[in-house]
């Protein structure tokens, strides 16, 4: 499994992945994280699965090994290094 954090908040994370062509799958609370969420994305007509998680203004994406599909851990490679926007 890949588990990377990332530099943006979790509404820049699902603008960047509509950008990309992926849709919310899921969205719920995250049992580990009072308050927090988690998300399930993915590439309409494709296997894989990115999923979002953000506890308490830390985001990470994580995809299971059985669900990459092929392009799921290089988005999430490519999230993990784009720079927090300045403001």
Known sequence: ???LSVDLSA?????ECGRR???????SALR???GGRHWH???PGRPG??????CRGQ???????KRDGGWAG???????????PSR
């Open 49 to 54: 699965t990115l999923e979002l998680n953000e």
């Open 59 to 65: 985001v990470s994406v994580k995809v299971h090994s």
């Open 74 to 84: 290089a988005l999430a490679a490519e999230l993990h290094a784009l720079p927090r």
């Open 21 to 27: 062509g992926l849709q919310v799958r899921s969205e």
């Open 1 to 3: 499994m890949l588990e």
């Open 11 to 15: 509404e820049q994370v699902l603008r």
């Open 41 to 43: 994305l993915c590439i």
């Open 32 to 34: 580990s994280c009072r």
